[in-house]
């Protein structure tokens, strides 16, 4: 496993295979991140064909336990959370890199 990518590094590659400048690369991923975030926030998937679907879901309140304390009990409040669903093309890709 390597390292994780940074935006620094997702701009650079960027501006290597298309030739745009750093500033413009990096305002082109600022605006997509924008969008992108508030598609999310506006309860919308984002579906990126043949790569993957980032879909919202809602996780119920449920009762928890405190590891310290396990006769304490603490409600969990329901929550939205980002789910990645891999897509067909990406998730072929995947398991060829993993037959190296």
Do not use: H, W, Y
């Not at 290597?16 to 997509?32: I, P």
């Not at 998937?45 to 879909?55: A, D, P, Y």
């Not at 809602?58 to 891999?86: A, H, L, M, W, Y």
Request: include cysteine.
């Amino acid at each position: 496993m390597g390292s994780n990518l940074t935006k620094k590094e997702i701009i650079e590659s960027v501006c290597k295979r298309t030739q745009v400048s750093r500033t413009a690369t990096g305002a082109m991923l600022d605006a997509v991140l924008a969008v992108v975030s508030q598609a999310i926030i506006d309860g919308r998937n984002i579906e990126l064909r043949n790569f993957g679907v980032f879909e919202q879901q809602v996780r119920k309140s449920r009762v928890g336990r405190n590891p310290n304390r396990p006769s304490d009990t603490v409600i969990i409040p329901e929550r939205r959370v980002i789910k990645f669903r891999v897509g067909k093309n990406l998730f072929i890709a995947l398991q060829n890199s993993n037959k190296k």
